[in-house]
């Protein structure tokens, strides 16, 4: 899972190993190249997950047990000075986007509405989200035509982005028993990148590109994470 600080030009990585059940965070510093490995001061299970990132601070949730998803303990830890910020046990989830995560503290028979605000849009970098068109929609239809993939039938869902002169584009398709997605960048209508960036899929998969100022980034294949400049 990847995050994004629009105010540091940073991304949170949160990396899982199904197989050695290892589960670590990092901060990727976009402008300097730089990786670092997060050592957060509370244990750090498999129930800990990422919900965001912003301002230099790491938003995390810690589910209660496998069976009962809801309400969790809420962190935010400050990753560049090392410090817990804030903790919120018993916090029931809302709603969590890149721009805001909504809730409630609940204390016995009473709650407090909680709401994190992230990725302020009026500084930092300008992060862009691609628009995802359903099977059957005029919009679908459209991006399918122009993607023009004769060998392969488009299924379920597109998302496509507009930024300057680049046009980018996610699309699935089925290879015999593999449901696979593809990304296609293209820089003045000349071709840049076809290329699959996940296979072997149960589903389709909630997450996509994402453009922070001028850089692409996304995962390929749940294991590598790859930016590059537009």
Same mark, same amino acid.
């Given at each position: 899972?990847?995050?994004?600080?629009?105010?540091?030009?940073?991304?949170?990585? @949160? &990396?899982?190993?199904?197989?050695?059940?290892?589960?670590?965070?990092?901060?990727?510093?976009?402008?300097?190249?730089?990786?670092?490995?997060?050592?957060?001061?509370?244990?750090?299970?498999?129930?800990?997950?990422?919900?965001?990132?912003?301002?230099?601070?790491?938003?995390?949730?810690? /589910?209660? $047990?496998?069976?009962?998803?809801?309400?969790?303990?809420?962190?935010?830890?400050?990753?560049?000075?090392?410090?817990?910020?804030?903790?919120? #046990?018993?916090?029931?989830?809302?709603?969590? %986007?890149?721009?805001? !995560?909504?809730?409630? &503290?609940?204390?016995?028979?009473?709650? @407090? =509405?909680?709401?994190?605000?992230? $990725? $302020?849009?009026?500084?930092? =970098? =300008?992060?862009?989200?691609? *628009?995802?068109?359903?099977?059957?929609?005029?919009?679908?239809?459209?991006?399918?035509?122009?993607? $023009?993939?004769? #060998?392969?039938? !488009?299924?379920?869902?597109?998302? /496509?982005?507009?930024?300057?002169?680049?046009?980018?584009? +996610?699309?699935?398709?089925?290879?015999?028993?593999?449901?696979?997605?593809?990304?296609?960048?293209? &820089?003045? *209508?000349?071709?840049?990148?076809?290329? #699959?960036?996940?296979? +072997?899929?149960?589903?389709?998969?909630?997450?996509?590109?994402?453009?922070?100022?001028?850089?692409?980034?996304?995962? %390929?294949?749940?294991?590598?994470?790859?930016?590059?400049?537009?």
């Amino acid at each position: 899972m990847v995050k994004v600080d629009c105010l540091q030009g940073c991304l949170a990585i @949160e &990396a899982r190993s199904d197989q050695s059940m290892e589960h670590s965070f990092s901060i990727l510093d976009l402008k300097h190249l730089k990786l670092t490995e997060v050592t957060l001061p509370i244990k750090s299970d498999w129930w800990l997950t990422l919900l965001g990132l912003s301002g230099g601070h790491l938003i995390l949730g810690q /589910y209660k $047990n496998q069976k009962n998803p809801g309400p969790i303990t809420l962190w935010v830890y400050d990753w560049i000075k090392q410090v817990m910020v804030q903790e919120i #046990d018993h916090f029931q989830l809302n709603e969590c %986007s890149e721009f805001n !995560i909504y809730g409630k &503290a609940l204390k016995g028979t009473q709650s @407090e =509405e909680i709401h994190i605000k992230l $990725n $302020n849009l009026q500084s930092g =970098e =300008e992060l862009s989200f691609p *628009e995802t068109f359903k099977i059957g929609s005029p919009s679908f239809d459209t991006v399918a035509a122009y993607l $023009n993939t004769q #060998d392969r039938l !488009i299924l379920y869902e597109v998302a /496509y982005l507009e930024i300057g002169d680049h046009i980018l584009m +996610n699309y699935y398709y089925q290879d015999g028993d593999s449901l696979n997605k593809s990304l296609v960048w293209l &820089a003045n *209508e000349q071709l840049v990148i076809h290329e #699959d960036i996940d296979q +072997n899929m149960k589903g389709i998969s909630s997450e996509s590109f994402i453009v922070l100022g001028k850089k692409l980034i996304f995962v %390929s294949n749940r294991n590598n994470l790859k930016v590059y400049d537009l």
